[in-house]
């Protein structure tokens, strides 16, 4: 968890669209070591508590990744990275507005308009709420076939020869470490789940 942060907190104040390929390629990395809630079915507070940040800490990353992937003009794969947060959090409204963008910006624009409507369904069940103005300003900008392209153009630079900072390559062996070890985590957690249960089976 402590690399996971870590990643993070290197892009934590570089808006996406700003993101260098060596922090973007940290963060792809990064996000998937997310295996979805932490200790999920556990209801202690300590643990919703620290199911909650991470979750939040997950989902800012592909907020993140999906900027960089609309100023690089990788709209498919951001709408790949707005599909999983879609899977924590339905009403997560900023995001709803990203995935009206890149289906209009891949010439998609009635899965545009329909992404509206799965917003607005959202903040209904979910919050009781309708769609803010900058969703609708969008909405209706897509409807008349007006929304602009991105104004922003990235800075191509050559990096083929570049090696990356040693704290970005020492995170990355981090994480290569670290998935290992959630993995083997995973592993012992089922093992002591069998256990308990066929303890529970014996004193029946």
């Not at 891949?106 to 919050?127: K, M, T, W």
Request: proline share 4%; with cysteine.
């Amino acid at each position: 968890m402590a690399v996971f942060e870590q990643a993070y907190n290197l892009a934590q104040k570089i808006p996406g669209q700003q993101l260098d390929s060596s922090i973007a390629q940290l963060l792809i990395e990064t996000v998937q070591l997310y295996q979805g809630p932490l200790l999920e079915g556990w209801y202690q507070d300590w643990c919703l508590l620290e199911r909650e940040r991470l979750q939040n800490i997950y989902l800012a990353m592909l907020d993140k990744l999906m900027s960089y992937c609309e100023v690089h003009h990788d709209y498919e794969t951001g709408l790949l990275y707005g599909m999983r947060i879609m899977c924590y959090d339905r009403a997560r409204e900023r995001t709803h507005r990203r995935m009206m963008r890149l289906y209009y910006l891949i010439g998609d624009r009635a899965e545009a308009l329909r992404q509206y409507e799965r917003c607005a369904a959202a903040l209904e069940e979910e919050l009781g709420i309708s769609p803010s103005k900058n969703t609708i300003a969008i909405y209706r900008q897509i409807q008349a076939d007006q929304l602009d392209e991105p104004a922003f153009t990235p800075v191509e630079v050559d990096t083929s020869h570049e090696i990356p900072p040693p704290p970005i390559m020492e995170i990355l062996n981090h994480l290569s470490h670290l998935q290992r070890s959630l993995a083997d985590l995973q592993n012992e957690v089922q093992q002591s789940i069998q256990m308990v249960h066929m303890s529970l089976h014996e004193k029946q």
